[in-house]
């Protein structure tokens, strides 16, 4: 039974790391005494020692050891044993990347479908998708493919904003971006706004937080679902 939480962002502004998620984080790590830290998206480049210490010093309070899978002489050995799994934000091309070249894509998504805790933020969120073609991020380096965890039947564009009527800039907005995903593709995009998260239990697959998430469909206009939605958008029409 899975028992997932993808979240937008692992911080919102003006808080501290993982603040606005301690509560749901305590109720899926619940009896847990340690968990494995996947460190490979590491954002802003810090080093993989650097970003697993400052998931501990979150974690430490509310008695769970971080260990980060980068220090694992077998990684794939550990991931099978872990009580349950976090995987940070970052950049998504370097953390697929990561996993795929050491053979840990498959690996993570079995031990996650079994029923290890996952939680994932932003990068981390965004592998829990059919793949990765809806980061926001730079092509860093060139991860062999694009396939990711699978663990919901669509595709997350954490961070999603809104266009800004005010503002100046031409370029593409969020919305055009998905646009031109699908003009090559069918898959559903979820745009997931800050302070916002899905939760997976089972097969269920619901909205969390606190705005609504922003529905994107294969030829049809997108349209809003407000937090606590049960995710069946994939099997349905648009009701606009």
Known sequence: MKNVILASTSSLFGEAYLEYLKS????????ISELIFVPYARPGGISHDEYTHKVAVF?????IK???LHRFEDPAHALKNAEAIFTGGGNTFLL?????EQRLMNVLKEVVENGVPYLGTSAGSNIGGLNMQNTNDMPIVYPPTFNTLGLIPFNLNAHYLDPDPNSKHNGETRETRIKEFHVFNKVPVLGLREGSWIRVKGDKITTEGMLPSRIFLPELPPYEIQPRTVCAFETRQNPL
Request: hydrophobic fraction near 45%.
């Open 24 to 31: 749901e984080v305590e109720i899926l790590f619940q009896g």
């Open 59 to 63: 974690f430490e309070p509310i008695g």
């Open 66 to 68: 971080v260990k980060g």
């Open 96 to 100: 697929v990347k990561q996993l795929h």
